[in-house]
Every structure is written in C-alpha cells, then in structure tokens.
C-alpha cells in the first residue's frame, strides 16, 4: 500500500524556536492533512491542503502542499509548551477516485522546553 | 467539523472475549471510518462503515474478527472478538461529512483497550 515517510520522528525544541516536519511520498497525493494528537486524545485537525503549492496558515501553523504533489510540509512559529504532541501527516493517494481513505505518516513526536 | 464521541474511553478485558465499542457523530455524515492505533504508532485503517450494507475491510482485517455495524448516519460500532494481548491498541473512530477529495476527516476521543 501507499506509505508517507514523515520527519524527523522527533524533535526536542526551547519555547521560542520554529519547528518544521515534513512528509514524503514517493507517489502522487491529492490531498494533505496534517494533525495533532495529545496523549490520551484522538488526532485534531490542523489544516487541510488540495491543491499543488498551496500555501495554507492556521494561526502560527502553517503548511503547504508541494509541488510535486508528492510531499508537504507543516511549520510552527514561536513555539509554546501546548505545541507539545504528535504531529502526523495524512494523505488520499492520486488514484483513489471515490470514498476518503487516507494514508498516515509515522508521525513526529514534538517536545518543547520551557 | 463534526464531535464524535465513543464508548467506552477505555477497557481491560480478559483474552478470549469481545467488546463493543460505540461511535456517536453529532451530525449525519457520509462516511465512518474505524482505525487501531498500537501503542507508540500511527494509525492504520481497519475498515470503513457503510451504511446499511457490509464494511468495507482492508487488507489484514476481517469481518470475522472485526464486525462493524452502521444502522444509520450518525451511529456506527466496531466489535474486537475473541480478543488477544496482540489486540490491545486504542481504537479510533472518524468521520467525514463528504464522500472523495474535500472529506476532512475528524476522530473521536479513541477507546484504549487493554487484553490480559
């Protein structure tokens, strides 16, 4: 099946810094969602990209689609201690015509040093 | 986006038996969904709920070991039968409200299970 090399699997970060994780394919996607999860909590969508270079914000979040449609990335500014959690990626497969599979990435677990 | 909500929250059952878990969406959607997610790892598709007619498995996962009902819009269960160490995981819910490319998917809170 479709896999999505998502990275880095971690990262260890002080208050203040800008995080970047991004994730791969080496096929066509035609949409990108990118999630957090809290421990103990289901994944919480952050933001959701549709088309190639897209360029999408949500607050200190941003992320865009490549343009290759077969990577994308997710920026945090001025990270806080809350920013801490796992952050996975998800993609629908360029050949998938019906329904709304998704393929997720391995996620990045994201810790923030006060 | 839809609140999705599942009982239980979490469980420890004794191997050999089964659970029920429910998925309640709050709003009619088009599509469900069911995920395991073991521990430390991402999330892999189980299944997708089909209103009214047989889920749709994916490949490792069968309707034997992991029935799943959807009477109607909003409602959807997932049973783990005759459960093992193995099948301890949390199990997620999702929905999305649109069938194909614009269908964000958005999850429920998980059910963690524990098999002794």
């Known amino acids: 099946g479709q896999q999505l090399n998502q990275s880095p699997q971690s990262m260890f970060i002080q208050e203040g810094e800008d995080v970047s994780m991004n994730c791969t394919s080496s096929s066509i996607f035609n949409t990108w969602l990118w999630y957090k999860q809290d421990p103990g909590e289901g994944p919480v969508l952050l933001i959701a990209l549709y088309k190639a270079g897209e360029l999408t914000s949500n607050g200190r979040l941003t992320a865009q689609f490549g343009i290759t449609r077969k990577d994308s990335f997710l920026n945090i500014s001025a990270s806080i201690p809350s920013d801490v959690g796992i952050y996975f990626c998800?993609?629908?497969?360029?050949?998938?015509?019906?329904?709304?599979?998704?393929?997720f990435g391995e996620g990045t677990q994201l810790t923030v040093n006060p | 986006s839809a609140v999705i909500s599942q009982k239980p929250s979490r469980d420890i059952c004794q191997r050999g038996t089964s659970l029920t878990i429910q998925c309640q969406v709050d709003s009619q959607v088009t599509m469900m969904f069911w995920y395991r997610q073991q521990p430390g790892q991402s999330l892999t598709l189980i299944a997708t709920a089909n209103q009214g007619s047989e889920a749709t498995y994916e490949s490792g996962f069968v309707i034997d070991k992991f029935p799943i009902s959807r009477p109607n819009l909003t409602f959807s269960t997932l049973t783990v039968s005759n459960m093992s160490p193995e099948d301890s995981s949390i199990y997620l819910c999702?929905?999305?409200?649109?069938?194909?490319?614009?269908?964000?998917?958005?999850f429920g809170p998980g059910t963690r299970l524990t098999v002794l």
């Open positions: 998800a993609g629908r497969p360029g050949e998938e015509t019906s329904g709304s599979r998704l393929t």
């Open positions: 999702s929905s999305a409200r649109l069938a194909g490319l614009q269908g964000e998917q958005f």
